[in-house]
C-alpha cells in the first residue's frame, strides 16, 4: 500500500457544476499525477505536479485545473462539468529518482 | 499518434499455461519500460519493469523481454493463474529526463479453468 488515498471515492454530478477531487499521500513523495481511465483509452495524464505549486499539462488537460498547496495533497477541479468528463479518475505519485508511479484506489465520477 | 500500443484488447488463455502479453512502441528516445496490472474497482500496481540496458528482466512467474531493434516487449506470465485475471498495461518513459510515462490501452487477460 503506497499511502495514497482520492476522495470522494464515487461522485454523481450534473452537467455545469464545479467538481473537486482530492488526493492525498502519506509518503511525502515530490511527484503526483491525475489520470483519467476510459474504455478504449487506457490511462491518460491530465495533469502532474512536481512539487508545491509547481504544477504542468497532461495531454488531456482541457477542462481541468489541479492546485497543490502542500505536498500530501494534489487537487483536481473540473470548473463546468461536462458528461465527456464521466470518467474514472486516479491520482498516482512517485518519488525522485525513481521511474515506478504508484496508484490510488480510484474516484468514479459520473456527470449527467 | 499512439506512442505506446498493445494490440490484442483481450487474451483469453487456460490456467497452467503460459500468458503472452504484448507491446510496442514507437519513440526511439524510450529506454525505460512498466508493466501494470489492474483489477476492476482498483487502481493499477505496478508489475514488473526494464531498462533498455537489458533484453530480460524475471521476477517469480513474471518475465519482460525487450527487444529494442523492433521496438517490442513482451510479458510472459508462467504458469498462469485464476487471480492474473485482469488488464494489464504496458508504459514507457525516457531516463533521466522525463517525469511522465505513457500507458498503452491495456490488454484483458482471462486465465480459463
Known amino acids: 500500500d503506497a499511502g495514497i488515498t482520492q476522495s470522494p471515492r464515487h461522485k454523481v454530478t450534473e452537467t455545469g457544476t464545479p467538481v473537486t477531487l482530492r488526493c492525498h499521500q502519506t509518503?511525502?513523495?515530490?511527484?503526483m499525477y491525475w489520470y483519467r481511465q476510459d474504455p478504449g483509452h487506457g490511462l491518460r495524464l491530465i495533469h502532474y505536479?512536481?512539487?508545491?505549486?509547481?504544477?504542468d499539462k497532461g495531454e488531456v488537460s482541457d477542462g481541468y485545473s489541479v492546485s497543490r498547496s502542500k505536498t500530501e495533497d494534489f487537487l483536481l477541479t473540473l470548473e463546468s462539468a461536462t458528461s465527456s468528463q464521466t470518467s474514472v479518475y486516479f491520482c498516482?505519485?512517485?518519488?525522485?529518482?525513481?521511474?515506478?508511479?504508484?496508484f490510488g484506489p480510484g474516484t468514479r465520477l459520473t456527470v449527467t | 499518434d499512439q506512442q505506446v500500443k498493445q494490440n490484442s484488447p483481450s487474451l483469453s488463455v487456460q490456467e497452467g499455461r503460459i500468458s503472452i502479453l504484448n507491446c510496442d512502441y514507437t519513440?526511439?528516445?524510450?529506454?525505460?519500460f512498466l508493466w501494470y496490472k489492474k483489477y476492476p474497482a482498483e487502481g493499477p500496481t505496478f508489475l514488473i519493469s526494464?531498462?533498455?540496458?537489458?533484453d530480460k528482466n524475471e521476477d517469480g512467474r513474471f518475465t519482460v523481454f525487450l527487444n529494442k531493434s523492433a521496438k517490442h516487449l513482451s510479458l510472459h506470465i508462467v504458469p498462469s493463474q485464476p487471480g492474473d485475471s485482469a488488464v494489464y498495461f504496458c508504459?514507457?518513459?525516457?531516463?533521466?529526463?522525463?517525469?511522465?510515462?505513457?500507458f498503452g490501452k491495456g490488454t484483458r487477460l482471462h486465465i480459463l479453468p
Open positions: 519513440n526511439s528516445m524510450f529506454d525505460y
Open positions: 505536479s512536481y512539487g508545491v505549486k509547481d504544477t
Open positions: 526494464i531498462s533498455s540496458i537489458k
Open positions: 509518503e511525502n513523495h515530490r511527484y
Open positions: 498516482a505519485i512517485k518519488d525522485v529518482g525513481g521511474y515506478e508511479q504508484y
Open positions: 508504459a514507457a518513459t525516457v531516463m533521466n529526463r522525463d517525469d511522465k510515462i505513457i
